[in-house]
């Protein structure tokens, strides 16, 4: 009798303790890793998925803010965590595949962490603020022409969309301009709008209400057709300024090592999220269009990234600043 007691009660402490263990791993939160400061692109995608996303997973999903070097600090956490589902990056084409062409870097983008799901893209807009008389981009550049190594563009540090969108529209038209890197985009646009420098290739997601409130003006977008947000601004190439195509993307990476199943869970949960209405609608409202990719897709797209990224940046030799 005895043993049978010590027997059942073994194993009801058993039981118990697995459903403990079960429940603590399903109520554990999420760190969803952000390379920029809040008010980005990158933390606007992040929060506009994140409170759907830990609705699907039953856990609190904690955006998590690491600015600086060009969005390679978060992606250098997320890939040095333990694989099991609870880091995950909001990686940016920045961090992903423009970056480690120019900074030393302690992880392997390709290797250390893997895509998991595309969560949109968005166009770049050249910005100018109020004190810059040109109305076009063709009085832009004939002022840039005009006055070499004048006219500063900001950007949210060295290796952004931003940068490299400067670096080939300089090379397009033959001109000089002055990059100042910034540690994010929300304080690169204070002093974009307070006149210390007089030009950006922003993410739209960064300054769309920036441009309704009349605070900034916008001359292009760098996207192979108008936004829907802006239609009476020409693409670059309708300007007079082809062959530039530096669009945002942003998509969540896990750290390399992560069980295939936790990998599928998370990428159907994305999915899910993605496809919700009210998610679209918060996606179109800072012009960005949601991901359709499947993870297979998302990391061929990632490595064909990283290639045309690396050839644009030899091509145009640009180095760290």
Do not use: C
Not at 184 to 202: I, K, P
Not at 217 to 229: F, I, N, P
Request: aromatic residues 4%.
């Amino acid at each position: 009798m005895k043993r049978w007691m010590s027997g059942t009660l073994a194993g009801l402490l058993g039981i118990a303790a697995a459903m403990t263990g079960a429940y603590a791993q399903d109520t554990r939160p999420v760190r969803l890793m952000v390379g920029a400061a809040p008010g980005g692109g990158t933390d606007v995608m992040a929060r506009i998925v994140s409170d759907k996303l830990a609705a699907i997973l039953k856990q609190p999903v904690v955006v998590d803010n690491r600015p600086g070097a060009s969005n390679t600090i978060a992606a250098d956490i997320t890939a040095k965590s333990a694989p099991d589902g609870n880091t995950l990056l909001m990686g940016v084409v920045t961090s992903q595949a423009i970056a480690p062409h120019l900074l030393k870097l302690q992880f392997n983008p390709l290797k250390d962490l893997v895509p998991v799901a595309l969560v949109s893209s968005v166009p770049n807009v050249l910005v100018v603020n109020n004190q810059v008389t040109a109305r076009d981009v063709k009085s832009l550049v004939a002022q840039i022409q005009a006055n070499p190594d004048k006219f500063r563009y900001s950007s949210s540090g060295v290796g952004s969309t931003q940068h490299l969108a400067g670096a080939a529209f300089a090379h397009q038209i033959h001109g000089k301009l002055l990059h100042v890197p910034y540690k994010s985009s929300s304080s690169a646009l204070v002093d974009l709008m307070g006149g210390q420098v007089d030009m950006s290739f922003e993410t739209m997601p960064s300054v769309i209400n920036h441009i309704k409130a009349g605070k900034l003006r916008a001359l292009a977008v760098t996207a192979d057709q108008r936004s829907a947000l802006l239609p009476s601004v020409p693409t670059l190439a309708e300007a007079g300024v082809p062959g530039i195509q530096t669009n945002a993307w942003y998509g969540v990476y896990a750290p390399a090592g992560t069980p295939p199943a936790t990998l599928q869970k998370l990428g159907a949960a994305l999915a899910t999220v993605l496809k919700d209405p009210d998610t679209v609608r918060r996606l179109n409202d800072v012009g960005a269009l949601p991901g359709t990719l499947s993870a297979v897709q998302f990391d061929a797209f990632s490595r064909a990234e990283y290639a045309r990224y690396g050839k644009m940046i030899a091509e145009l030799g640009v180095k760290l600043d």
